[in-house]
Antibody, heavy 119, light 110 residues
Framework: QVHLVESGGGVVQPGRSLRLSCAASGFTFSTYAIHWVRQAPGKGLEWVAGVTDSGSHKYYADSVKGRFTISRDNSENTLYLQMNSLRADDTAVYYC????????????WGQGTLVTVSS | QTVVTQEPSFSVSPGGTVTLTCGLS?????????PSWYQQTPGQAPRTLIYNTNTRSSGVPDRFSGSILGNKAALTITGAQADDESDYYCMVYVGSGISVFGGGTKLTVL
């Protein structure tokens, strides 16, 4: 059974950094691409970033490109999202999500971790 | 900038059938966009219903089906039940590793 557990959320001041983690179990982590998806309070889902199974290819939404970095450690079955230069509009619940195939869709979701950017 | 469009809200009677759609502000959604559908109730993580246009995710009842209707992706729910009352999101793959969500449809069952 796929299990994804996000951690690292919290309150951070604008302009500061935060790193999220996603611990994966129940599947062969190193053979699947993984996504980060976020949801601002009262708003819809927003695709944020994706990384291929090997970690060699990384993709970002325009809203976070140049500020966020997705990475993974296949030896630890863990996904990361390094978030720099945080802004108030980055406030959201961040979900990690297991890819179906080729970064074309999601078949399993974590429960999410809340990031609040506020002074 | 790709904009994915969904009906903001929809209502269906219990036992009825409803079709939600997912389009593009410019162009048509085809199977090449690998449209997927997700259900979310307040305070919960999303749940995957459909991926790759019409493949049901594990454990999803066959009351939920995906298709392409005209120039849009579609999610059809037959025999609507009270617990189908949720927000529904589509996501399309726009290439180069990038995906985009629609704004979501709030479905009311009444």
């Amino acid at each position: 059974q796929v299990h994804l557990v996000e951690s690292g959320g919290g309150v951070v001041q604008p302009g500061r950094s935060l790193r999220l983690s996603c611990a994966a179990s129940g599947f062969t982590f190193s053979t699947y691409a993984i996504h980060w998806v976020r949801q601002a309070p009262g708003k819809g889902l927003e695709w944020v970033a994706g990384v291929t199974d090997s970690g060699s290819h990384k993709y970002y939404a325009d809203s976070v490109k140049g500020r966020f970095t997705i990475s993974r450690d296949n030896s630890e079955n863990t996904l990361y999202l390094q978030m720099n230069s945080l802004r108030a509009d980055d406030t959201a619940v961040y979900y990690c999500a297991k890819d179906v195939w080729g970064l074309t869709g999601v078949d399993s979701w974590g429960q999410g971790t809340l990031v609040t950017v506020s002074s | 900038q790709t904009v994915v469009t969904q009906e903001p809200s929809f209502s269906v009677s219990p036992g009825g059938t409803v079709t939600l759609t997912c389009g593009l502000s410019s162009g048509s959604v085809s199977t090449s966009y690998y449209p997927s559908w997700y259900q979310q109730t307040p305070g919960q993580a999303p749940r995957t219903l459909i991926y790759n246009t019409n493949t049901r995710s594990s454990g999803v009842p066959d009351r939920f089906s995906g298709s392409i209707l005209g120039n849009k992706a579609a999610l059809t729910i037959t025999g609507a039940q009270a617990d189908d009352e949720s927000d529904y999101y589509c996501m399309v793959y726009v290439g180069s590793g990038i995906s985009v969500f629609g704004g979501g449809t709030k479905l009311t069952v009444l």
